[in-house]
């Protein structure tokens, strides 16, 4: 089975501090994904990357960055926290080489709270 | 770009009746479109897709349906049982081979009434 791992389940920073989410899968996938989850607004693509060191925006990427550095690893870098950002953050991978490469494989989530 | 609309945001049913779900996308290049499920607490985990050179597909109780000319799908549950409230979510992307961006409603919770 996959496995995508984000680091903290629960994280609660300050306003103006820099916060780092990490996500780790394990199963060699290529692509990798940040949504955002806040109730009635269902999931916002955040940032994406399709391969090390690559990155591309998706709907919703200001006030974040990313980073990946490693295959197995993209983290989510938020430059200075907001209490608009106190959200769910999920993490999600696909792997161009599996059958049914579109499936998205998600984190179990991290809840930010931002004072 | 892409834009998903999902109706209706609450839908509570009586155990052993059907559901339906409706989603209506904009960009008519979408050709891939999965239904997730997200119990509470848990992740979005796949349930059903389909893909634009289909028009239905059946997987038990769960039906997904999708009219292209008019832009819309649906997700069918039939028989529902208790352990099918959740909240759901469709989405649409244009699959090229593994460079997919999934655009995703904003989601159905979906209460069965025992």
């Known amino acids: 089975d996959v496995k995508v791992t984000q680091s903290s389940r629960y994280l609660v920073k300050r306003t103006g501090e820099k916060v780092f989410l990490e996500c780790v899968q394990d199963m060699d996938h290529e692509n990798m994904f940040w949504y955002r989850q806040d109730p009635g607004l269902g999931l916002r693509l955040i940032y994406f990357?399709?391969?090390?060191?690559?990155?591309e925006k998706g709907d919703i990427p200001e006030g974040y960055s990313v980073s990946r550095e490693k295959k197995e690893r993209f983290s989510l870098i938020l430059e200075s926290a907001s209490t608009n950002q106190t959200s769910m953050y999920l993490c999600?991978?696909?792997?161009?080489?599996?059958?049914?490469?579109?499936?998205?494989?998600f984190g179990s989530g991290t809840q930010l709270s931002v004072l | 770009g892409e834009n998903v609309e999902q109706h209706p945001s609450t839908l509570s049913v009586q155990e052993g009746d059907s559901a339906v779900i409706k989603c209506t996308y904009s960009d008519s290049a979408s050709n891939y479109f999965p239904w997730y499920k997200q119990e509470l607490g848990k992740r979005p985990q796949l349930i059903i897709d389909i893909r634009s050179n289909v028009g239905e597909k059946k997987d038990q109780r769960i039906a997904v349906t999708l009219n292209k000319t008019a832009k819309h799908f649906s997700l069918h549950i039939t028989e529902t049982q208790p352990e099918d409230s959740a909240v759901y979510f469709c989405?649409?992307?244009?699959?090229?081979?593994?460079?997919?961006?999934?655009?995703f409603g904003t989601g159905t919770r979906l209460t069965i009434i025992p």
């Open positions: 989405a649409a992307s244009r699959s090229n081979f593994g460079n997919e961006k999934l655009t």
């Open positions: 990357s399709y391969d090390v060191k690559m990155k």
């Open positions: 999600a991978s696909t792997g161009r080489g599996d059958y049914h490469w579109e499936k998205l494989f």
